[in-house]
């Protein structure tokens, strides 16, 4: 196969799903694809880009090798992380998704998102390596934004420890009215004030006069308002040194993670979550690097660079498989 019909199948598949991309690639490229042999490519193409990723981390973390960054200095770098559910191997499983943005003295923008089924170590290791090639390393404002899931900020105390951290707003906004939602559910009009209430105290980082607005409810014997009530003061608690969103606006820095949690919907869920998708790690995994790739700015570098890199690394797999067998 030529390279450029290697470059619209696995374009096609970034996008479709392996049924519509071989009757499309017949009928827009009178290209004829099988099934299988699509699969293969994007396999193969995959799990390329992935041994490449995982190659240029080791000579990072292990070898100490120097990043070359692919943007100028940026006056801001951002890095948003999130997880969204798929299912593989006959199980749910997480898919742990980041996003990097750098933003020009110029007013241009670079972004790249990754998106892997692995351990936190290693998304977090991958993560970094992208970030430090977006200029995370030489920006004059860092920031890490994401909701309060304790494996993300774990990540980002190890990795990106320099950044300002910033709790996205908007979960705020969801625990604070669950809450309400439970004490008050009988009387919407006040429901609908105490949380405009609370959360215009946390809007303006006053996390302690809000908390204390919270600390009064009384649960009575109900389990579920005291469950609720513990919850949203130890979301606070634990969050609360993310929340000083005056300072963060006036920074230029985001408040929400709308960014990821919009890269979680378009990577994952509108490919690899449609009606009686079957996937196996492998296969899901070797798609969501190539629908990363063509849906960044890095595409045409590794498809067209790395072409020939790809057949010698394919050779090499060849040979191993047929001494071990």
Not at 10 to 35: C, W
Not at 158 to 177: A, G, N, P, R, T
Not at 183 to 195: G, H, L
Not at 238 to 252: A, F, I, Q, S, V
Request: glycine share 8%; charged share 30%.
């Amino acid at each position: 196969m030529t390279p450029q019909a290697g470059r619209l199948a696995i374009e096609e598949v970034a996008d479709r799903s392996y049924d519509q991309s071989v009757r499309h690639l017949r009928q827009s490229h009178s290209l004829r694809i099988g099934k299988e042999l699509l699969e293969r490519i994007t396999r193969t193409v995959g799990e390329y880009w992935i041994a490449n990723d995982h190659r240029n981390c080791d000579d990072y973390n292990h070898l100490r090798k120097g990043i070359s960054p692919r943007v100028g200095r940026p006056r801001r770098c951002c890095v948003f992380a999130d997880g969204v559910m798929a299912h593989t191997d006959g199980a749910w499983h997480e898919v742990r998704v980041g996003t990097v943005r750098s933003d020009q003295a110029d007013g241009s923008e670079h972004k790249f998102s990754i998106a892997r089924m692995t351990d936190t170590e290693s998304f977090g290791q991958l993560l970094q390596y992208r970030a430090l090639e977006y200029g995370y390393g030489r920006a004059d404002l860092r920031a890490f934004i994401a909701d309060g899931a304790q494996w993300i900020w774990r990540l980002a105390d190890k990795k990106f420890s320099k950044s300002i951290q910033i709790l996205d707003f908007y979960h705020v906004c969801e625990h604070v009215e669950a809450c309400s939602k439970e004490f008050f559910s009988q009387n919407p009009e006040r429901c609908s004030a105490w949380s405009k209430h609370v959360l215009g105290l946390l809007r303006a980082g006053l996390v302690s006069e809000a908390i204390l607005e919270i600390r009064p409810l009384n649960p009575g014997r109900s389990d579920s308002k005291r469950k609720a009530k513990h919850e949203l003061l130890t979301y606070l608690h634990n969050n609360r040194k993310r929340m000083d969103y005056p300072r963060y606006e006036k920074l230029g820095l985001p408040i929400g993670s709308g960014e990821v949690e919009a890269q979680c919907k378009t990577l994952v869920q509108q490919r690899c979550k449609q009606s009686g998708m079957r996937w196996s790690r492998r296969g899901i995994e070797a798609v969501l690097r190539i629908r990363c790739s063509v849906r960044g700015d890095r595409y045409r570098d590794e498809f067209f660079k790395e072409n020939a890199g790809l057949l010698q690394w394919r050779h090499k797999k060849r040979l191993c498989k047929s001494r071990a067998a």
